[in-house]
């Protein structure tokens, strides 16, 4: 079997696409970029437009979607296969599979840890395109700093076409928090602080961070002064006062010096984690008719305070389900050598 491509003119069904936009912009504002098509005009045209970080799409090299190459370029041979065993063979009952995952220790909840690194992915949907194949698309810019790519992709019933641009979204004053993974119950951690001024007029800066519960900030005011394009490094001193939680840190940034006063407000978490295993510790005991037992406290005196419960459940029976614990022992779902031993 040979195949062999035979190219054809096409060249006349391509649309030349143009964009207008600002090439520097400040986050969290409205921005419009002005989409020019041309040899749309008079005809039904649409247009999509995206906007990217530009760091997401070179970890693999993400090209601009080329409408015109993808349906007259070369396409690379794909042949399917098709069988029938479906039909061939019964379909059985069987227990439905789960993932595992090792370790042989509890899952502890993360408590939905936040993202410190924000995607930026803009998507204007489809837009039309007026007579004079033009249209004005507005986009909100989110908290981001960065370069991103402009991507607009048009069509008409019969001619498609592509274009990019560049656009650099950049505050007057960069702040961006670097905190460690997670701490443990008594560590002190270091949580550093870039300032950078963007600006061409010098900066008096105001600055105060602090942490919710679990953690602490000690000295969280500041201030300091900025030269144009200066860029200094704060460290703060962190500490975890409870075993376990997600702390919230607060920055609150105000600058002055230039034509307008600056205020900027930061969010970043900080979990804290204990150093040893979640313990489940299960004491059975039978009462008499009559009798009275006092639960003592003192049991949790060995967890870390703040981490541990108590539960107390009172039945007329022993609370002993063998099935479902055969079962558990049966399914247990490491795979390591006392769940083979056990289930031989």
């Not at 008594?186 to 919710?212: C, E, F, H, K, Y």
């Not at 519960?213 to 200066?230: F, K």
């Not at 204990?274 to 949790?300: E, F, T, W, Y």
Request: charged share 25%.
């Amino acid at each position: 079997l040979g195949v062999a491509h035979i190219p054809l003119a096409r060249e006349d069904r391509r649309l030349n696409v143009a964009l207008d936009a600002p090439a520097r912009v400040e986050p969290e504002t409205k921005t419009t970029v002005k989409v020019k098509v041309d040899g749309a005009t008079g005809q039904q045209a649409w247009v999509t437009l995206s906007a990217v970080d530009q760091g997401i799409l070179n970890i693999t090299q993400f090209t601009t979607p080329d409408p015109h190459g993808y349906f007259f370029g070369k396409q690379r041979y794909a042949p399917d296969l098709l069988d029938i065993y479906g039909r061939l063979i019964e379909k059985m009952d069987g227990t439905r599979g789960k993932l595992k995952w090792g370790g042989d220790a509890g899952m502890r909840d993360s408590q939905s840890m936040p993202r410190k690194v924000k995607l930026v992915d803009l998507f204007s949907g489809p837009v039309k395109l007026d007579d004079k194949g033009e249209a004005n698309i507005a986009l909100m810019l989110p908290d981001f700093n960065g370069s991103l790519r402009l991507m607009a992709v048009a069509s008409t019933p019969d001619r498609f076409g592509r274009g990019e641009r560049e656009m650099v979204v950049a505050a007057p004053i960069v702040a961006e928090l670097s905190t460690p993974r997670f701490i443990a119950p008594g560590d002190r951690a270091t949580v550093a602080l870039d300032v950078t001024n963007l600006t061409d007029v010098s900066q008096q800066i105001r600055l105060a961070l602090a942490a919710d519960s679990p953690a602490r900030i000690a000295d969280g005011a500041r201030t300091l002064t900025l030269a144009p394009g200066q860029r200094d490094t704060l460290r703060f001193a962190a500490e975890a006062v409870e075993a376990e939680g997600l702390a919230r840190l607060t920055l609150t940034l105000d600058a002055t010096g230039g034509v307008k006063p600056i205020h900027i407000e930061r969010a970043a978490a900080l979990q804290v984690t204990p150093p040893v295993a979640l313990q489940r510790q299960v004491r059975r005991m039978k009462i008499d008719a009559g009798a009275r037992h006092v639960v003592d406290a003192s049991v949790l005196d060995s967890f870390w305070p703040a981490s541990a419960s108590l539960n107390v459940t009172a039945a007329s029976s022993p609370p002993l389900n063998i099935r479902e614990q055969v079962r558990g022992l049966l399914r247990y779902p490491y795979g390591c050598a006392e769940q083979t031993v056990s289930a031989a």
